[in-house]
């Protein structure tokens, strides 16, 4: 069985960051699961599920996964995330909050990956916290995450 090293998940990261679809979803089993903490989302199915859910959230936001915590062994993945979603209209942002456009919800995520042949086949989501931040500049929001970030994690190097 083929495993995913730190530097392919940190590709993987890269990849979703970038809205570089062909390149993260090649990650994925064609059955992944993905348990979100949300409870309007829940469990998405497969990559279709997947791609289900995100195509239309990144037409109302842009979501930027700053990685704070990455350990990984031969078929597991254990991550923490802080991420941040900047909307660009107004409506019901993630975890409930309104949002206007231009305005910022943080939240703080753990996720587990579950990896066989070389592949993201379950992957489950725990929601740490979430803050509302107004409109506050995202670039300065992403070096602070770094700053507290290991050197190599840091992808965005702002």
């Given amino acids: 069985m083929t495993a995913l090293s730190r530097n392919d998940f940190l590709n993987y990261m ?53 990685p704070m915590v990455v350990m990984n062994d031969a078929h597991k993945i254990f991550f923490i995330m802080e991420s941040y979603f900047v909307y ?14 231009g305005d910022i919800i943080k939240i703080r995520v753990w996720a587990y990956y579950e990896v066989e042949n070389g592949k993201m086949q379950r992957i489950v989501c725990n929601l740490f916290q979430s803050w509302f931040l107004g409109k506050v500049d995202i670039r300065e929001l992403i070096r602070e995450s770094e700053s507290r970030a290991e050197p190599d994690l840091r992808i965005f190097n702002y």
């Avoid at 995100?54 to 700053?66: G, N, Q, R, T």
Wanted: aromatic share 14%; charged share 25%; net charge negative.
């Fill in 88 to 101: 660009k209209t107004a409506r019901e942002g993630v975890f409930g909050y309104p949002v206007e456009a």
């Fill in 14 to 66: 890269r990849a979703f960051n970038a809205h570089d679809f062909e390149t993260q979803y090649n990650f994925y089993a064609d059955d992944v699961t993905l348990h979100i903490p949300d409870p309007k989302t829940g469990m998405l199915r497969g990559k279709d599920g997947i791609r289900g859910h995100y195509m239309p959230l990144f037409d109302v936001c842009d979501e930027y996964v700053v």
